[in-house]
Protein backbone atom coordinates (compact mmCIF):
# COMPACT_ATOMS: atom_id res chain seq x y z
CA UNK A 1 0.00 0.00 0.00
CA UNK A 2 1.61 3.35 -1.02
CA UNK A 3 0.65 5.95 1.66
CA UNK A 4 -1.09 9.13 -0.09
CA UNK A 5 -1.45 12.14 0.94
CA UNK A 6 -4.38 14.69 -0.26
CA UNK A 7 -3.08 18.23 -0.30
CA UNK A 8 -6.08 20.69 -0.31
CA UNK A 9 -10.03 19.70 0.08
CA UNK A 10 -11.60 22.35 -2.88
CA UNK A 11 -13.35 21.08 -6.01
CA UNK A 12 -9.92 18.72 -6.70
CA UNK A 13 -9.35 17.45 -3.40
CA UNK A 14 -12.57 15.70 -2.59
CA UNK A 15 -12.27 13.69 -5.62
CA UNK A 16 -8.46 13.10 -4.87
CA UNK A 17 -9.75 12.15 -1.33
CA UNK A 18 -12.74 9.77 -2.95
CA UNK A 19 -10.28 7.98 -5.18
CA UNK A 20 -7.27 7.43 -3.24
CA UNK A 21 -9.85 5.44 -0.86
CA UNK A 22 -11.07 3.78 -3.53
CA UNK A 23 -7.77 2.51 -4.99
CA UNK A 24 -6.86 -0.86 -4.34
CA UNK A 25 -3.32 0.00 -3.91
CA UNK A 26 -3.01 3.36 -2.40
CA UNK A 27 -4.09 4.36 1.68
CA UNK A 28 -5.28 7.63 2.65
CA UNK A 29 -2.13 8.66 5.01
CA UNK A 30 -3.24 12.61 5.82
CA UNK A 31 -5.20 15.30 4.71
CA UNK A 32 -3.98 18.92 4.38
CA UNK A 33 -5.63 22.09 4.94
CA UNK A 34 -5.37 25.72 4.96
CA UNK A 35 -8.67 26.56 6.06
CA UNK A 36 -8.59 26.64 10.27
CA UNK A 37 -12.47 25.25 9.94
CA UNK A 38 -11.72 22.15 8.58
CA UNK A 39 -8.65 20.93 10.60
CA UNK A 40 -9.44 17.90 12.60
CA UNK A 41 -12.27 17.12 10.38
CA UNK A 42 -12.41 13.92 9.15
CA UNK A 43 -11.89 13.21 5.24
CA UNK A 44 -14.97 11.54 4.80
CA UNK A 45 -16.75 14.27 5.78
CA UNK A 46 -14.79 16.98 4.11
CA UNK A 47 -14.91 14.50 0.57
CA UNK A 48 -18.48 14.14 0.80
CA UNK A 49 -18.74 10.34 1.48
CA UNK A 50 -21.08 10.38 4.15
CA UNK A 51 -18.86 8.69 6.71
CA UNK A 52 -15.81 8.84 8.48
CA UNK A 53 -12.48 7.12 6.74
CA UNK A 54 -10.22 7.86 10.76
CA UNK A 55 -8.18 10.30 8.59
CA UNK A 56 -8.86 13.90 10.62
CA UNK A 57 -7.13 17.01 8.36
CA UNK A 58 -4.36 18.40 9.54
CA UNK A 59 -2.32 21.84 8.56
CA UNK A 60 1.11 21.12 9.44
CA UNK A 61 2.83 20.76 6.10
CA UNK A 62 5.88 19.70 7.88
CA UNK A 63 5.35 16.96 9.51
CA UNK A 64 3.26 15.34 7.39
CA UNK A 65 6.06 15.51 4.63
CA UNK A 66 8.61 14.66 7.16
CA UNK A 67 6.48 10.94 8.25
CA UNK A 68 7.82 10.61 3.96
CA UNK A 69 4.60 9.68 2.01
CA UNK A 70 4.92 7.57 -0.80
CA UNK A 71 2.84 10.10 -2.55
CA UNK A 72 0.83 13.46 -2.62
CA UNK A 73 -1.88 14.79 -4.38
CA UNK A 74 -1.91 18.40 -4.93
CA UNK A 75 -5.03 19.37 -5.11
CA UNK A 76 -4.83 23.16 -3.94
CA UNK A 77 -5.19 25.68 -6.64
CA UNK A 78 -2.41 27.28 -9.20
CA UNK A 79 -4.81 29.70 -10.60
CA UNK A 80 -4.45 32.45 -8.35
CA UNK A 81 -1.39 31.50 -6.87
CA UNK A 82 1.62 30.12 -8.99
CA UNK A 83 4.34 31.14 -6.82
CA UNK A 84 2.89 29.49 -4.03
CA UNK A 85 1.96 26.42 -5.84
CA UNK A 86 5.41 26.07 -6.86
CA UNK A 87 7.11 26.19 -3.67
CA UNK A 88 4.45 23.94 -2.48
CA UNK A 89 5.05 21.14 -4.87
CA UNK A 90 8.90 21.54 -5.18
CA UNK A 91 8.69 21.02 -1.11
CA UNK A 92 6.64 17.84 -1.73
CA UNK A 93 8.88 16.38 -4.33
CA UNK A 94 11.79 17.48 -2.10
CA UNK A 95 10.55 15.32 0.44
CA UNK A 96 11.19 12.05 -2.19
CA UNK A 97 7.30 11.86 -2.58
CA UNK A 98 5.54 11.14 -5.83
CA UNK A 99 3.24 14.05 -6.34
CA UNK A 100 0.75 14.52 -8.81
CA UNK A 101 -1.09 18.16 -9.56
CA UNK A 102 -3.49 19.61 -12.16
CA UNK A 103 -2.40 23.08 -10.56
CA UNK A 104 0.80 23.95 -12.83
CA UNK A 105 -0.26 24.61 -16.39
CA UNK A 106 3.35 25.33 -17.69
CA UNK A 107 4.48 21.78 -16.16
CA UNK A 108 1.95 19.68 -18.44
CA UNK A 109 4.54 20.03 -20.81
CA UNK A 110 7.54 19.85 -18.75
CA UNK A 111 10.51 19.78 -21.34
CA UNK A 112 9.61 22.94 -22.48
CA UNK A 113 7.81 24.76 -19.31
CA UNK A 114 9.89 27.96 -18.56
CA UNK A 115 12.41 27.80 -16.44
CA UNK A 116 10.73 29.38 -13.59
CA UNK A 117 8.63 26.34 -13.34
CA UNK A 118 11.17 24.04 -14.59
CA UNK A 119 14.17 24.73 -12.20
CA UNK A 120 12.72 24.37 -9.26
CA UNK A 121 11.47 20.63 -9.75
CA UNK A 122 14.71 19.54 -11.75
CA UNK A 123 16.28 21.06 -8.55
CA UNK A 124 14.30 19.06 -6.10
CA UNK A 125 14.25 15.66 -8.23
CA UNK A 126 18.05 15.65 -7.50
CA UNK A 127 17.74 16.46 -3.78
CA UNK A 128 15.03 14.40 -2.93
CA UNK A 129 14.08 11.90 -5.43
CA UNK A 130 11.02 12.69 -5.72
CA UNK A 131 8.65 12.49 -9.17
CA UNK A 132 6.15 14.71 -10.94
CA UNK A 133 3.45 14.70 -13.10
CA UNK A 134 0.93 17.36 -13.85
CA UNK A 135 -2.14 16.75 -15.87
CA UNK A 136 -5.95 17.11 -15.79
CA UNK A 137 -8.55 17.14 -17.87
CA UNK A 138 -8.50 20.06 -20.21
CA UNK A 139 -5.71 20.65 -20.29
CA UNK A 140 -5.02 17.21 -19.62
CA UNK A 141 -6.14 13.43 -21.13
CA UNK A 142 -9.22 15.70 -23.31
CA UNK A 143 -6.26 16.93 -25.09
CA UNK A 144 -3.61 14.56 -25.16
CA UNK A 145 -4.36 10.78 -24.67
CA UNK A 146 -7.61 10.53 -26.14
CA UNK A 147 -7.24 12.59 -29.43
CA UNK A 148 -4.00 10.75 -29.59
CA UNK A 149 -5.72 7.31 -29.02
CA UNK A 150 -8.69 8.47 -31.34
CA UNK A 151 -6.09 9.04 -34.19
CA UNK A 152 -4.86 5.69 -34.30
CA UNK A 153 -8.15 4.41 -35.58
CA UNK A 154 -8.02 6.32 -38.82
CA UNK A 155 -6.50 5.24 -42.14
CA UNK A 156 -5.42 9.01 -42.92
CA UNK A 157 -5.62 12.18 -40.61
CA UNK A 158 -5.78 15.92 -41.68
CA UNK A 159 -6.83 17.70 -38.65
CA UNK A 160 -7.58 16.67 -34.95
CA UNK A 161 -9.71 19.34 -32.93
CA UNK A 162 -10.63 18.94 -29.23
CA UNK A 163 -13.32 20.67 -27.90
CA UNK A 164 -14.58 22.20 -23.98
CA UNK A 165 -17.99 23.29 -24.10
CA UNK A 166 -19.47 24.16 -21.14
CA UNK A 167 -21.81 25.96 -18.93
CA UNK A 168 -20.10 27.68 -16.31
CA UNK A 169 -22.62 28.05 -13.66
CA UNK A 170 -21.91 24.69 -12.35
CA UNK A 171 -18.65 25.48 -11.87
CA UNK A 172 -18.56 25.43 -8.08
CA UNK A 173 -15.49 28.35 -8.02
CA UNK A 174 -16.83 31.75 -8.51
CA UNK A 175 -14.22 33.99 -8.07
CA UNK A 176 -12.60 32.01 -11.10
CA UNK A 177 -15.94 32.08 -13.07
CA UNK A 178 -16.36 35.92 -12.33
CA UNK A 179 -12.87 37.74 -12.14
CA UNK A 180 -10.52 34.88 -13.91
CA UNK A 181 -13.11 34.14 -17.30
CA UNK A 182 -14.79 37.29 -16.93
CA UNK A 183 -18.78 36.40 -16.68
CA UNK A 184 -21.10 38.88 -16.06
CA UNK A 185 -18.29 41.59 -16.24
CA UNK A 186 -18.36 44.32 -18.91
CA UNK A 187 -16.91 43.32 -22.31
CA UNK A 188 -14.54 46.31 -21.63
CA UNK A 189 -13.17 44.87 -19.35
CA UNK A 190 -9.99 42.07 -20.27
CA UNK A 191 -10.38 38.96 -17.53
CA UNK A 192 -6.73 37.61 -17.10
CA UNK A 193 -7.92 34.15 -18.37
CA UNK A 194 -8.47 36.01 -21.42
CA UNK A 195 -5.33 37.81 -22.23
CA UNK A 196 -3.42 37.42 -25.43
CA UNK A 197 -0.56 34.53 -24.65
CA UNK A 198 -2.63 32.61 -21.40
CA UNK A 199 -4.47 30.58 -23.33
CA UNK A 200 -1.16 29.88 -25.13
CA UNK A 201 0.31 29.32 -21.41
CA UNK A 202 -2.19 27.16 -20.27
CA UNK A 203 -3.27 25.02 -23.29
CA UNK A 204 -0.01 25.22 -25.52
CA UNK A 205 1.94 22.13 -23.81
CA UNK A 206 -1.31 20.27 -25.30
CA UNK A 207 -1.12 21.37 -28.73
CA UNK A 208 3.22 20.50 -28.03
CA UNK A 209 2.83 17.20 -26.77
CA UNK A 210 -0.11 15.93 -29.59
CA UNK A 211 2.49 17.03 -32.57
CA UNK A 212 5.15 15.78 -30.82
CA UNK A 213 2.99 11.77 -30.64
CA UNK A 214 2.36 12.31 -34.06
CA UNK A 215 5.70 13.29 -35.22
CA UNK A 216 4.32 16.61 -37.17
CA UNK A 217 6.63 19.91 -36.94
CA UNK A 218 4.86 22.92 -35.59
CA UNK A 219 5.38 26.10 -37.17
CA UNK A 220 3.64 27.79 -34.48
CA UNK A 221 1.11 28.40 -32.26
CA UNK A 222 -1.71 31.07 -32.32
CA UNK A 223 -4.87 31.88 -30.66
CA UNK A 224 -8.33 33.27 -31.81
CA UNK A 225 -10.92 35.09 -29.54
CA UNK A 226 -14.50 35.83 -29.88
CA UNK A 227 -17.13 37.18 -26.82
CA UNK A 228 -20.61 37.61 -26.83
CA UNK A 229 -22.75 39.73 -24.54
CA UNK A 230 -25.73 37.94 -22.34
CA UNK A 231 -28.99 39.57 -24.00
CA UNK A 232 -31.25 39.47 -20.99
CA UNK A 233 -30.17 39.26 -17.16
CA UNK A 234 -29.97 35.47 -16.26
CA UNK A 235 -30.61 33.72 -12.87
CA UNK A 236 -28.27 31.33 -12.38
CA UNK A 237 -29.00 28.24 -9.34
CA UNK A 238 -24.87 28.50 -7.87
CA UNK A 239 -23.46 31.98 -8.84
CA UNK A 240 -26.88 34.23 -8.72
CA UNK A 241 -27.64 37.16 -11.40
CA UNK A 242 -26.22 37.93 -14.15
CA UNK A 243 -26.49 41.39 -15.81
CA UNK A 244 -27.69 41.48 -19.35
CA UNK A 245 -24.76 43.44 -21.69
CA UNK A 246 -22.04 42.02 -19.93
CA UNK A 247 -19.61 38.81 -20.68
CA UNK A 248 -22.14 36.04 -20.91
CA UNK A 249 -20.08 33.29 -23.54
CA UNK A 250 -16.20 33.36 -24.59
CA UNK A 251 -15.22 31.23 -27.37
CA UNK A 252 -11.35 30.47 -28.35
CA UNK A 253 -9.10 28.60 -29.86
CA UNK A 254 -5.88 27.24 -29.59
CA UNK A 255 -4.08 26.25 -32.89
CA UNK A 256 -0.76 24.28 -33.65
CA UNK A 257 0.01 25.14 -36.84
CA UNK A 258 1.20 22.79 -39.57
CA UNK A 259 2.46 23.31 -43.00
CA UNK A 260 0.48 26.75 -42.91
CA UNK A 261 -2.55 25.35 -41.10
CA UNK A 262 -4.13 24.92 -38.35
CA UNK A 263 -4.18 21.31 -37.98
CA UNK A 264 -4.29 20.79 -34.21
CA UNK A 265 -6.94 23.21 -32.71
CA UNK A 266 -7.63 22.91 -28.61
CA UNK A 267 -10.90 25.05 -29.02
CA UNK A 268 -13.40 26.04 -25.86
CA UNK A 269 -16.65 27.71 -26.01
CA UNK A 270 -17.82 28.32 -22.91
CA UNK A 271 -21.25 29.63 -21.36
CA UNK A 272 -22.86 31.34 -18.38
CA UNK A 273 -26.16 31.03 -19.56
CA UNK A 274 -27.49 28.33 -22.84
CA UNK A 275 -29.37 31.07 -24.09
CA UNK A 276 -25.99 33.23 -25.24
CA UNK A 277 -24.10 32.92 -28.30
CA UNK A 278 -26.59 29.41 -29.49
CA UNK A 279 -25.24 29.37 -32.72
CA UNK A 280 -21.66 28.06 -31.05
CA UNK A 281 -21.43 24.45 -30.67
CA UNK A 282 -23.25 22.92 -27.76
CA UNK A 283 -23.03 20.16 -25.83
CA UNK A 284 -25.38 16.85 -26.47
CA UNK A 285 -28.04 18.28 -23.04
CA UNK A 286 -26.99 21.54 -22.58
CA UNK A 287 -24.78 21.05 -19.28
CA UNK A 288 -21.17 20.00 -20.49
CA UNK A 289 -18.85 17.90 -22.28
CA UNK A 290 -15.49 17.56 -23.87
CA UNK A 291 -15.63 16.14 -27.43
CA UNK A 292 -12.63 15.06 -30.04
CA UNK A 293 -13.09 15.28 -33.44
CA UNK A 294 -10.40 13.26 -35.77
CA UNK A 295 -10.93 14.67 -39.26
CA UNK A 296 -10.12 12.30 -42.23
CA UNK A 297 -10.55 8.71 -43.18
CA UNK A 298 -12.99 7.58 -41.32
CA UNK A 299 -14.10 11.01 -40.16
CA UNK A 300 -14.15 9.98 -35.97
CA UNK A 301 -16.37 12.28 -33.37
CA UNK A 302 -16.01 10.91 -29.74
CA UNK A 303 -18.31 13.06 -26.86
CA UNK A 304 -17.47 12.95 -23.35
CA UNK A 305 -19.43 13.61 -20.23
CA UNK A 306 -18.89 12.73 -17.16
CA UNK A 307 -21.25 13.71 -13.62
CA UNK A 308 -20.17 13.39 -10.14
CA UNK A 309 -21.56 14.93 -7.07
CA UNK A 310 -25.30 15.24 -7.94
CA UNK A 311 -25.02 15.11 -11.49
CA UNK A 312 -22.69 17.49 -11.79
CA UNK A 313 -20.68 18.23 -14.72
CA UNK A 314 -17.68 20.09 -13.51
CA UNK A 315 -17.48 18.14 -10.81
CA UNK A 316 -17.51 15.16 -13.15
CA UNK A 317 -14.89 16.58 -15.01
CA UNK A 318 -12.90 17.20 -11.93
CA UNK A 319 -12.91 13.17 -10.66
CA UNK A 320 -11.66 12.08 -14.47
CA UNK A 321 -8.58 14.75 -13.80
CA UNK A 322 -8.34 13.43 -10.30
CA UNK A 323 -8.56 9.63 -11.89
CA UNK A 324 -6.41 10.11 -14.36
CA UNK A 325 -3.72 11.64 -11.46
CA UNK A 326 -4.57 9.34 -8.63
CA UNK A 327 -4.00 5.99 -11.07
CA UNK A 328 -0.89 6.96 -12.38
CA UNK A 329 0.79 6.89 -8.60
CA UNK A 330 1.66 3.47 -8.55
CA UNK A 331 3.48 3.41 -12.13
CA UNK A 332 4.93 6.86 -11.13
CA UNK A 333 6.26 4.74 -7.84
CA UNK A 334 7.81 2.07 -9.64
CA UNK A 335 9.59 4.22 -11.94
CA UNK A 336 12.82 6.35 -11.92
CA UNK A 337 12.39 9.53 -10.14
CA UNK A 338 11.82 12.67 -12.48
CA UNK A 339 9.54 15.24 -14.18
CA UNK A 340 6.62 13.19 -16.30
CA UNK A 341 4.38 14.24 -18.74
CA UNK A 342 1.46 12.52 -20.45
CA UNK A 343 3.10 11.04 -23.23
CA UNK A 344 5.54 9.12 -20.84
CA UNK A 345 2.85 8.03 -18.03
CA UNK A 346 0.18 5.65 -19.49
CA UNK A 347 -3.85 5.93 -18.73
CA UNK A 348 -4.29 2.24 -17.02
CA UNK A 349 -6.97 0.25 -16.80
CA UNK A 350 -9.17 0.32 -13.75
CA UNK A 351 -6.86 -2.82 -12.47
CA UNK A 352 -8.53 -4.13 -8.75
CA UNK A 353 -11.15 -1.48 -8.91
CA UNK A 354 -14.18 -3.36 -11.23
CA UNK A 355 -17.05 -3.78 -8.22
CA UNK A 356 -14.70 -2.13 -5.52
CA UNK A 357 -16.43 0.60 -3.43
CA UNK A 358 -15.05 3.04 -1.01
CA UNK A 359 -15.22 1.71 2.59
Not at 321 to 343: F, M, N, T
Request: glycine content about 12%; charged content about 20%; aromatic content about 4%.
Amino acid sequence: MIRTVVWGTGNVGRAAIRAVDAHPGLELAAVLVSDPAKVGRDAGRLAGLGHDLGVAAVDDVGTVLDARPGAVVYAASGDTRPDGAIEDVARAVRSGAVVVTPALYPLYDQRNAPPEFRDPMVAAVAEGGGSLFVSGVDPGWGNDVLPLLVSGLGSTVDAIRCQEIFDYSTYEQEESVRELVGMGRPLEHEPPMLWPSVPTMIWGGQIRLMARALGAELDEIRETMERRPLESTVKTRTMGVFEAGTQGAIRFEVQGIVGGEPLLVIEHVTRIHPSCAPDWPVPPDGAGAHRVIVEGSPRIEVTVAATAEGENRSAGGNATAVGRLVGAIDWLVAAEPGLYDALDVPLRPAVGKLGRRPR
